[in-house]
């Protein structure tokens, strides 16, 4: 399981134009922040994927880039992407072994956990921020991008 002041580790995954995204191409040149959720287009993913939307140009602005990953295809992050107009990556984690490697668990035993990691630029976990309230995600991601500054 990851914690503050671990690296991230190095993966690769499917993103919404069907390319693969890799890590690499990413530590060492900007901040990022990684958030799992457990499912496109639900009730509390889609509040959440709505706030970093909102948020993205407050990310952006901090330098950093933002991450969604869940187990859905990349088929079904193309549609819940276009509906809600969404600025950032999407990465598919079917198989889960992004959740994996990450460490995030399930809550309440079956749903797939929600988590956002906050990443320096060096690649080093600052931020681990596990909660099933989706909206406080992007305010918490944000206190830590800042005090990065």
Do not use: W
């Amino acid at each position: 399981m990851l914690k503050v002041g671990d690296a991230i580790p190095h993966f690769t995954a499917k993103d919404t134009n069907g390319s693969t995204f890799d890590s690499a191409q990413y530590i060492g040149k900007q901040p990022l922040v990684i958030y799992f959720y457990p499912k496109d287009d639900t009730p509390g993913c889609t509040v959440e994927a709505c706030s970093f939307r909102d948020s993205y140009q407050d990310f952006k602005e901090l330098g950093a880039e933002v991450i969604g990953i869940s187990s859905d295809s990349v088929e079904s992050h193309i549609q819940f992407k276009s509906k809600f107009s969404l600025p950032f990556i999407l990465l598919s984690d079917n198989d889960k072994k992004l959740r994996k490697l990450f460490g995030v668990e399930n809550n309440f035993l079956i749903l797939p956990g929600r988590e956002t990691y906050v990443i320096d630029a060096n690649g080093i976990i600052q931020m681990k921020f596990n909660s099933m309230t989706a909206k406080s995600h992007i305010r918490k991601a944000l206190e830590t991008l800042k005090r990065l500054k």
